[in-house]
Nanobody, 119 residues
Framework: QVQLVESGGGLVQAGGSLRLSCAAS????????MAWFRQAPGKEREIVAR????????YYVDSLKGRFTSSRDNSKNMIYLQMNSLTPEDTAVYYCAAAASWFGQYNYWGQGTQVTVSS
């Protein structure tokens, strides 16, 4: 079992930055595919980025490319999401999640952290 805890969310003005963190415990962290998701009010949850244990990253939302950077530190059992040039459209609850394989289901989720971007 893997436990995930996100932190770093908050209220920021448009154009600002936030860095989200996700701490993992209870499993062999380096084995897992780690991902960031977000769910905006009234919208379905969407995947933001996912990372192989090698650190290879795939981003899934075109509007985020160049503004968001995901990373992982296997030595610390942590992943991060650096978010720059935030816009009100980035307002959402952000979740980290873990899957056992690239095409597997995300069976482990954090509780989420709220990011609110004011205009």
């Amino acid at each position: 079992q893997v436990q995930l805890v996100e932190s770093g969310g908050g209220l920021v003005q448009a154009g600002g930055s936030l860095r989200l963190s996700c701490a993992a415990s209870g499993g062999t962290f380096s084995r897992y595919i780690m991902a960031w998701f977000r769910q905006a009010p009234g919208k379905e949850r969407e995947i933001v980025a996912r990372m192989k244990n090698s650190g290879e990253i795939t981003y899934y939302v075109d509007s985020l490319k160049g503004r968001f950077t995901s990373s992982r530190d296997n030595s610390k059992n942590m992943i991060y999401l650096q978010m720059n040039s935030l816009t009100p459209e980035d307002t959402a609850v952000y979740y980290c999640a873990a899957a056992a394989s690239w095409f597997g289901q995300y069976n482990y989720w954090g509780q989420g952290t709220q990011v609110t971007v004011s205009s």
